[in-house]
Nanobody, 115 residues
Framework: QVQLVESGGGLVQPGGSLTLACAAS????????MGWYRQPPGKQRELVAT???????NYPDSVKGRFTISRDNAKNRMYLQLNGLNPEDTAVYYC?????????WGQGTQVTVSS
């Protein structure tokens, strides 16, 4: 099993930045794929970024160039750097890990972009 805990969400003004962190309960060096998803108010959960064990990353066009995913195997943590935030980025952001053919989710952290 893998337990995931997100942190770093909050209220930020348009154009601002945040760094989200995801702490895992076990070594992430054995986790093949990790990622971030988000669920805007009244909408379905959507992919934000993924990263493999070999540090290959993937982003949808909506966040490409603004968001950066990374992982620190030594600290068992994954990060999401969010830059150039706009109100459309307002959502609950979830950490995800795929381990031994099962998917695991964190409880989510709220990001609100508003002036």
């Amino acid at each position: 099993q893998v337990q995931l805990v997100e942190s770093g969400g909050g209220l930020v003004q348009p154009g601002g930045s945040l760094t989200l962190a995801c702490a895992a309960s076990r070594s992430i060096s054995s986790i093949s794929t990790m990622g971030w998803y988000r669920q805007p108010p009244g909408k379905q959960r959507e992919l934000v970024a993924t990263i493999t064990g070999g540090d290959t990353t993937n982003y949808p066009d909506s966040v490409k160039g603004r968001f950066t995913i990374s992982r620190d195997n030594a600290k068992n943590r994954m990060y999401l750097q969010l830059n150039g935030l706009n109100p459309e980025d307002t959502a609950v952001y979830y950490c995800y890990a795929q381990y031994l053919f099962r998917g695991y989710w964190g409880q989510g952290t709220q990001v609100t972009v508003s002036s």
